[in-house]
């Protein structure tokens, strides 16, 4: 089974406008960590924001939030004042437990591609 | 800080030939590396968990032979794909996260490598 669902393959938002980017993810342990990075063409993975599962407050950094929901096991993306440079994909990853318990990996979504209009 | 140079970004090699990947962390000691492979349009499918000082873990369906990593120091690690085939032409992309680093810290990724195996 999948851990970490994105359901929209491409989204396509104009200049200024937010932007949700979903993602889904399925785990056991109480204990997780949720990433979103963001791929441009070029290759490089840049990362974005992070939210633990022990977190009370949504997670922001700048233009960037991330809507929690954890009864429903969802960590959506939102991008305010969507500019030209976000355009973009955008990863959702999950670890499983904690870095300073044992926890050894991340692992991706399918990723959603991104494309901001003028 | 917390760079990550991976080495060379492209490569163009013959099939049966080996071809060797270089990943340094430049500022940051890094115990744990990461190997991921990423098709055109797909999501990082991770390869392997790259120890220092001690042999790597292969995901499952990851052939240990042919993509030989080794991690000698704390600060690089090196995957080798050897008796290359055009069908492992792909993206190689290393990450590494900040030892002894809070469990919000992201991993740090290479720009990536992309192999064509001619």
């Known amino acids: 089974a999948q851990k970490i669902t994105q359901t929209q393959p491409g989204m396509f938002v104009q200049e200024k406008e937010a932007v949700t980017l979903d993602c889904t993810y399925d785990t056991s342990d109480p204990s997780y960590g949720l990433f979103w990075y963001k791929q441009p063409s070029s290759g490089e993975m840049i990362f974005l924001i992070y939210?633990?599962?022990?977190?009370?407050q949504n997670a922001t950094e700048g233009r960037y939030s991330l809507n929690f929901q954890k009864a429903r096991k969802s960590a959506n993306l939102v991008i305010s004042a969507s500019q030209l440079g976000d355009s973009a994909m955008y990863f959702c990853a999950m670890r499983e437990g904690r870095w300073d318990q044992g926890a050894q990996k991340l692992v991706f979504g399918q990723g959603t591609r991104l494309t901001i209009n003028p | 800080g917390a760079v990550v140079s991976q080495h060379p970004s492209r490569v163009i090699c013959k099939s049966g030939t080996s071809v060797k990947i270089e990943c340094r962390s430049l500022?940051?000691?890094?115990?744990?590396m990461f190997w991921y492979r990423q098709f055109p349009k797909q999501s990082l499918m991770l390869m392997a968990t790259s120890n220092e000082g001690s042999k790597a873990t292969y995901e499952q369906g990851v052939e240990k032979d042919k993509f030989l990593i080794n991690h000698a120091s704390l600060t690089l690690s090196t995957l080798t794909v050897t008796s290359a085939h055009p069908e492992d032409s792909s993206f190689y992309i290393c990450?590494?996260?900040?030892?002894?680093?809070?469990?919000?810290?992201?991993?740090?990724f290479g720009n990536g490598t992309r192999l064509t195996v001619t």
């Open positions: 500022d940051f000691q890094a115990t744990t």
């Open positions: 990450s590494a996260r900040v030892t002894g680093r809070a469990n919000n810290s992201p991993l740090h």
């Open positions: 939210q633990g599962s022990y977190d009370q």
